[in-house]
């Protein structure tokens, strides 16, 4: 065991699981974390060598806080989403140095749900998956010197979960499942019987 979460994450009544981000070097890793229940979350390091945890990122006090980090490939910054408020939604990417300075924001589209950030070589993005409602994902792109973000060509919708390494990328696909219609025997029907 590495390091002991001090606070559950929360969104909707449901416990969000932290991402996790290796540094390039394998040194560190990035997570978020809430401290106490009534602070934001924020993106944090935890140094292997030593356990010891340090925040990188400071949002808003009155905003949900930082989530789903991801580091660059050349592990100069880390890219996270931003809930600027308490209320649902207002999800945007945001990247930051990580060797100080400010935070930027990437997206001003407020989602409802933004997560799984993953870098791009160049030209250089960031993908991200996001929906505005509970169903109907989409990962779209957006460039990391600014930009409106665009869906990601050829993936389509209900998708999430993308990950990114050089030059290819996996996502999960949501389907649905097969439904089927069934009529139930009543008082005066024989038996059970599939409708087609």
């Known amino acids: 065991k590495l390091v002991d979460l001090e606070g559950r994450i929360w969104q909707l009544g449901l416990t969000l699981i ?3 981000s290796w540094s390039p070097d394998g040194k560190w890793i990035a997570f ?3 401290q106490t229940a009534l602070e934001p979350s924020r993106i944090f ?3 292997l060598a030593t356990l010891e945890k340090e925040p990188l990122t400071a949002p808003p006090a009155n905003a949900f806080g930082d989530l789903a980090p991801e580091i660059s490939p050349d592990g100069r910054r880390l890219a996270f989403a931003r809930q600027a408020s308490r209320a ?3 999800l945007d990417v945001w990247i930051q140095p990580l060797t100080g300075g400010e935070s930027r924001r990437l997206t001003f589209e407020e989602y409802g749900f933004c997560s799984h950030l993953s870098w791009t070589p160049g030209p250089e993005s960031i993908v991200f998956s996001t929906s505005h409602a509970f169903i109907g994902g989409r990962i779209f792109r957006v460039s990391t010197s600014g930009g409106a973000p665009e869906p990601l060509a050829g ?3 209900n998708v999430a979960f993308p990950s990114v390494r050089d030059h290819r990328m996996v996502h999960v696909q949501h389907t ?3 439904h089927q219609t069934w009529r139930i025997a009543g008082r005066h029907a024989p038996s059970t019987e599939r409708v087609p």
């Open 18 to 20: 932290p991402t996790l």
């Open 32 to 34: 978020a974390e809430k």
């Open 88 to 90: 649902f939604g207002a």
């Open 176 to 178: 649905s499942s097969a």
């Open 155 to 157: 993936v389509g919708s």
């Open 45 to 47: 390091r935890l140094t």
